[in-house]
């Protein structure tokens, strides 16, 4: 089954420290 998710707009903070400016929240892997 396929799970569309949506993390759009704020700063990212939740997902600090793996979230930086070099490497943007859209880019992070989800599953393992």
């Known amino acids: ?3 569309a998710v949506v993390m759009a707009g704020g ?5 600090w420290p793996k979230s930086r400016r ?3 929240k ?5 599953f393992g």
């Open 1 to 3: 089954m396929l799970h």
């Open 11 to 15: 700063s990212g903070t939740r997902f």
């Open 22 to 24: 070099d490497r943007p």
């Open 26 to 30: 859209q880019l992070l892997p989800l």
